[in-house]
């Protein structure tokens, strides 16, 4: 028995070394192989369980996290990757129920706050989702994702001004976050701050110059501004990118 799982240890260890090569299929067979030789070790259960989520196969990772939780109850990272699962597979009540827990664990988890966050926004429960995500920044204040996805939801609450104080701050600590970018320079339309939303569009298209949009809604910008010789050149940049857009949808 104890060769046996020594045995089990250093397939255990062989597949770890593996996963962290990103070789999760080989990895997958030594930790079974491990399993195998010692059949009620948490541990492995658990590794397996994140090898499957890593290969995108939720549905038996979320059995083997459930199987790690039944010998090791209370294991935090377990807890929170198999949440982390149910909402790969769209089961957001779940997976909002397993984060709670691992707040309740963890008060100081961010990302649990910030993914309960994103699951409460994909249910339209803004208010909760806002509280979500302050608890984020709280317990991680460079959080640059949760200012972000808090704009978002401050612009569904139809609180824009505090949506756009907080893409500012997402940028201040992420200047190259695309999205931010180009959702602040729509903000800073409406409000008719034409100059100011011209400047995040261009710093949008300098981090990303693939994206059609970002060029279309310069090109709004510039028009309302008057300067139509520099808006018909986004148009017609929008334009080339929804062909080769076009084009490739054709193809595929």
């Not at 970018?181 to 949008?204: I, T, V």
Request: charged residues 25%; positive net charge; hydrophobic residues 35%.
């Amino acid at each position: 028995m104890r060769n046996q799982k020594k045995q089990a240890n250093q397939f255990n260890r062989e597949g770890i070394e593996l996963a962290q090569q990103s070789k999760f299929e080989e990895a997958l067979s030594y930790f079974q192989q491990a399993l195998y030789l010692d059949p009620k070790n948490a541990t492995i259960y658990y590794n397996i369980a994140n090898t499957l989520a890593r290969l995108e196969r939720h549905d038996e990772a979320i059995i083997y996290f459930d199987k790690a939780l039944e010998l090791k109850p209370n294991n935090l990272n377990c807890i929170y990757n198999m949440a982390n699962s149910l909402s790969s597979q769209g089961k957001s009540i779940e997976a909002i129920t397993l984060y709670n827990q691992v707040i309740n664990l963890n008060p100081l988890f961010s990302s649990a706050y910030y993914n309960k966050a994103n699951e409460l926004k994909k249910l339209k429960k803004y208010r909760e989702s806002l509280e979500a995500y302050d608890k984020a920044i709280e317990a991680e204040p460079n959080h640059s994702s949760a200012h972000l996805n808090k704009a978002i939801v401050l612009k569904k609450l139809k609180l824009d001004n505090a949506a756009i104080e907080s893409y500012y701050k997402c940028i201040e600590i992420d200047p190259y976050k695309e999205e931010a970018h180009y959702n602040l320079g729509s903000l800073l339309y409406y409000q008719g701050l034409f100059e100011q939303a011209l400047q995040h569009y261009d710093k949008a298209i300098e981090i990303n110059s693939s994206d059609l949009e970002f060029y279309y809604n310069k090109g709004v910008v510039l028009t309302k501004m008057g300067n139509i010789q520099e808006a018909e050149r986004s148009f017609k940049m929008y334009r080339k990118l929804l062909a080769k857009q076009n084009k490739t949808v054709r193809d595929n």
